[in-house]
């Protein structure tokens, strides 16, 4: 069937700076991510060439600052950026917002001394970084998390497991929190990890449904030795430091949910287009035409939604109600948006030949990350009626 170019979305951008960078990241995409993406994801894939490919265009650090290396770009276009990289294939959108969600807590909570040593590298260096929060047995329940890091002169030691981590055994620094004191959020600290400490390894990644092309695995902390220097905050603020993180990450798995359906109904129209049935293109049958209008509206609506909440974000306003509406709302759309250009293309939509069961298997993930849809259901309604009663 013949190849029809899909529409480029047409962007709302600040300034020319920014309209210059979204060129970049589509040449990107176009030259070096597509052409590969269903092979390499077929084939479980990581593309790190891709990876420092990016960075070495700046674009492993753009809502950072330019001091340390980073873009200094508002989150109103780096997420866009992740939009576009996402569409392109999802293992690089994801990639880049984990590697963002990674650097947070040194570049908003760490010293100008560690920010200095450490942030260049991270954020234009060609390193990649991991986030470390969930555990085996603490998944949404974050705050019970049992890795513990035991002070011993000047440096910590620290034990335990992690889980879900994506870039598990391939990243070059590990965020990680970890109990430092009493039971709760507030014995919670954050460290700096580098990648090749002696202790630390990974489990083999986890065999997924979709997302083949990025590592998830267990990371196993044995007696990891770091220096006090690379604790990050103060004791016992690590978890408000990955909540704050979150919040922000969130963000990034919206615009990437988003660059997924646009990608799916991008498949959808073309194949529509092409696709004849009783004499006529099967994009002529007004219920075929119907369900496209839904997919792309929806789309928009959650478009709109993320880029909201990134103003708010940029402003410095708060935006944790309407980043966790942004994640809820854009994931869901995503899974319903990829549903749907399946059961447009038919048998085929079911067949490998065709992305558009891969975005359906690669848009369930989205609704499970960085917290699982119920629980932005949980935060939208504490914002709305505030907290539950104990």
């Not at 020319?16 to 993406?37: G, M």
């Not at 007696?223 to 963000?251: M, N, Y």
């Not at 609704?367 to 932005?376: A, D, L, R, S």
Request: some cysteine; aromatic content about 6%.
């Amino acid at each position: 069937m013949p190849d029809r170019a899909p529409q480029q979305v047409d962007r709302q951008l600040p300034t020319d700076e920014a309209r210059d960078l979204i060129s970049l990241v589509r040449d990107i995409a176009q030259r070096e991510i597509t052409p590969s993406a269903a092979e390499e994801e077929d084939a479980g894939r990581f593309p790190r060439e891709v990876f420092t490919l990016l960075s070495d265009a700046g674009l492993l650090g753009l809502p950072y600052d330019a001091e340390f290396g980073g873009g200094e770009q508002p989150y109103e276009v780096y997420l866009q950026v992740l939009e576009e990289l996402a569409a392109a294939r999802l293992t690089v959108g994801l990639g880049v917002s984990v590697h963002t969600l990674a650097s947070y807590a040194l570049a908003t909570y760490g010293t100008k001394e560690q920010q200095t040593e450490h942030l260049p590298a991270m954020l234009g260096g060609g390193l990649l970084g991991a986030y470390c929060l969930s555990e085996p047995a603490s998944g949404s329940d974050a705050a019970s998390l049992r890795t513990k890091a035991v002070r011993d002169g000047d440096d910590w030691v620290i034990t335990g497991t992690k889980a879900w981590i994506t870039h598990g055994g391939i990243a070059d620094f590990y965020t990680v929190m970890a109990r430092t004191g009493e039971d709760g959020p507030r014995g919670i600290t954050a460290f700096l990890v580098p990648g090749d400490a002696e202790g630390l390894s990974a489990a083999v990644p986890e065999k997924k449904m979709g997302l083949k092309g990025s590592p998830t695995a267990q990371v196993h902390l044995d007696g990891v030795r770091v220096p006090d220097a690379r604790r990050i905050g103060e004791e016992g603020q690590g978890f408000a430091i990955a909540l704050s993180a979150l919040e922000s990450g969130r963000l990034g798995i919206a615009a990437c949910a988003i660059g997924v359906a646009q990608a799916a109904l991008d498949e959808a129209v073309s194949y529509a287009a092409e696709r004849r049935q009783f004499g006529k293109p099967i994009a002529d049958f007004q219920g075929l035409r119907f369900m496209l209008a839904d997919m792309a509206t929806q789309i928009e609506a959650g478009r709109a939604l993320y880029l909201t909440a990134a103003r708010l974000r940029d402003a410095g306003l708060p935006f944790a109600k309407q980043a966790a509406m942004a994640k809820l709302h854009c994931t869901d759309t995503a899974m319903r948006v990829t549903t749907d250009a399946v059961q447009i293309l038919g048998g085929y939509g079911y067949t490998a030949d065709f992305p558009a069961e891969r975005y359906m298997r690669e848009a369930k993930v989205l609704q499970i990350v960085e917290g699982t849809n119920q629980i932005q259901r949980m935060v939208i309604a504490r914002h709305l009626a505030g907290p539950e009663e104990r």
